[in-house]
Nanobody, 114 residues
Framework: QVQLVESGGGLVQPGGSLRLSCAAS????????MKWYRQPPGKGREWVAD????????NYADSVKGRFTVSRDIAKATMFLQMSNLESEDTAVYYC???????WGQGTQLTVSS
């Protein structure tokens, strides 16, 4: 079954860190650029970061640059989003996606609050 499954969301205090995971199955994960998006409450979905096949290049939205790091484990067919120095504005449902298709995961909720 071709799918993406996110995990790792939760409640974090401002300034804290968290790592999200995106497990891919049903396709050759290493061949595709993968992306992270997020949707804050009451707002549209916005692009966060992406990583090229084999992880050779990464790109970030200005709002997360220097705080978030995207990576991928080809052997485990999993993409990660390491988030640090979290802010309340990072509160959102986080989605991973493959542009070809496109293919979206179901999302995982991150709430940054004291």
């Amino acid at each position: 079954q071709v799918q993406l499954v996110e995990s790792g969301g939760g409640l974090v205090q401002p300034g804290g860190s968290l790592r999200l995971s995106c497990a891919a199955s049903g396709f050759t994960f290493a061949l595709y650029t993968m992306k992270w998006y997020r949707q804050p409450p009451g707002k549209g979905r916005e692009w966060v970061a992406d990583i090229t096949p084999y992880g050779t290049r990464t790109n970030y939205a200005d709002s997360v640059k220097g705080r978030f790091t995207v990576s991928r484990d080809i052997a485990k067919a999993t993409m990660f989003l390491q988030m640090s120095n979290l802010e309340s504005e990072d509160t959102a449902v986080y989605y991973c996606m493959r542009p070809e298709g496109p293919l979206w995961g179901q999302g995982t909720q991150l709430t940054v609050s004291s």
